[in-house]
């Protein structure tokens, strides 16, 4: 037997008022049941609107691992080790490192029981660290697909198209920069403006350092002459706007909308302020914006291949340091840690302005 806790929930609400430290235990593992430890699990915007209960995917409860009250385990992305196999495991061994192919299968706990066929093996885990494998899945793979699924990048002219994000500073935003980079699709960032001038500077120049052509702040997008800016950064609109990526709502992603070209895209994927978005008609009518959305849970399901293969490239474009790690905020998790702790760190993901994602390590 190996002994296991996890941070569960047996009723929706805040993450510091429902989670809670559940102590249970595994058995050997038999047939094509692996026996995992946690390396790294990070706290994604999402894993606590789940909590909240105001996700539209929701885990269903359990008592499968021996607690009374029905419940089910939070977080949905990380990477994990194989401690031992059942004698009808084919793929995976001792040591291997795994994620789960599916979101929804609770990854804040030290160790955990599931069925070979839910895991992905990581191939060739050398060069890799537990943090960019634990954080791959989601947030790498949004940014990917949304680049490539929705809008046909002229590659003969690579470097002359453009994308423009907001939440640019956000995992997801972040890995649009770098594969936007990568790509020759030349990027438009908006950020929140920091406290003070430096710390804005000092956000602008990261994102810059990681290959965006031009970071500006909501407030100058909003308040200064943003028409002219976006005419000078496009070489006066010799170089379209192809594609907005939305992560924020309201009036950011309305000015996002009004930057791009005809026939172009807008994607949203957060809704971070909780502001509708407003759209003149005009951008329908005369410019034929199309507004489209991404869920990348249930663009793996239905993908699962094509997810394996996206996570594969992010992972060789790290390897080869092409891909730079996102700011973390590391929260250690050991045998001793209490679960208040634990569920306070989660309970701080949505506070905003964070210098990085909340990451649990074992
Ligand atoms: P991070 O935790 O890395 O970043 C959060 C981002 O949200 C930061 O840029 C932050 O900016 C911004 N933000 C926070 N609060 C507000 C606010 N009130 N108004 C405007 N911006 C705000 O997040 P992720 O990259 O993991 O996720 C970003 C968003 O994308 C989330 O909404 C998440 O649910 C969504 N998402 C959606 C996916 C999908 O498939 N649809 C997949 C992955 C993520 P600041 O630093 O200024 O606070």
Redesign the pocket.
């Known amino acids: 037997y190996t002994q296991a806790k996890a941070l569960i929930y047996s009723k929706y609400g805040e993450p510091k008022d429902v989670l809670r430290l559940h102590k249970h235990s595994i058995s050997a593992p038999h047939a094509t049941q692996v026996n995992l430890r946690l390396l790294t699990a990070p706290m ?3 894993d606590v609107n789940q909590i909240q209960g105001v996700y539209p995917s929701k885990p269903p409860f359990s008592t499968d691992l021996g607690n009374a009250e029905p419940a089910a385990v939070g977080g949905n992305e990380g990477a994990f080790e194989v401690l031992s196999t059942g004698a009808g495991v084919k793929n995976l061994s001792k040591g291997d490192w795994v994620i789960m192919k599916r979101t929804g299968l609770g990854t804040w706990r030290t160790h955990a029981q599931l069925d070979e066929s839910q895991l992905i093996k990581i191939e060739n885990k050398e060069g890799l660290t537990p943090l960019q494998v634990g954080t791959v899945s ?2 790498p793979v ?1 940014a990917y697909r949304m680049l490539r699924d929705f809008c046909e990048w002229d590659w003969m002219r690579a470097g002359e198209e453009w994308m423009i994000q907001n ?1 640019a ?5 972040r890995a649009a920069i770098q594969l936007g980079r990568e790509w020759g699709i030349k990027t438009l960032n908006v ?2 403006q920091r406290k003070t001038p430096e710390e804005t500077e000092a956000l602008k120049k990261e994102l810059l350092d990681l290959g965006a052509t031009v970071v500006i702040t909501e407030e100058e997008m909003l308040t200064g002459n943003f028409r002219d800016m976006v005419h000078e950064f496009t070489r006066q609109g010799r170089e379209p706007i192809r594609l907005a990526l939305n ?2 709502g309201g009036k950011n992603a309305t000015a996002l909308a009004k930057t791009l070209a005809p026939d172009s895209h807008m994607v949203t ?5 909780k502001q509708p978005i407003a759209l003149p008609s005009g951008l329908l009518i005369f410019k034929n914006l199309a507004f489209d959305g ?4 249930k663009w793996g399901d239905k993908n699962p291949e094509l997810k394996e293969s996206t996570i594969k490239d992010v992972l060789q474009l790290t390897r080869s340091g092409k891909f730079r790690d996102i700011p973390v905020d590391e929260v250690k998790w050991d045998w001793e840690s209490e679960g208040s702790e634990l569920a306070e760190s989660v309970q701080g ?2 506070g ?3 210098s990085g ?1 909340g990451v649990f390590t074992f």
């Open positions: 994604n915007p999402a989601v947030n949004t939440g500073n956000s995992g997801v935003g950020v929140r992560c924020v994927y957060g809704a971070m302020s991404f869920w990348v849970s993901t949505l905003g302005y964070r994602k």
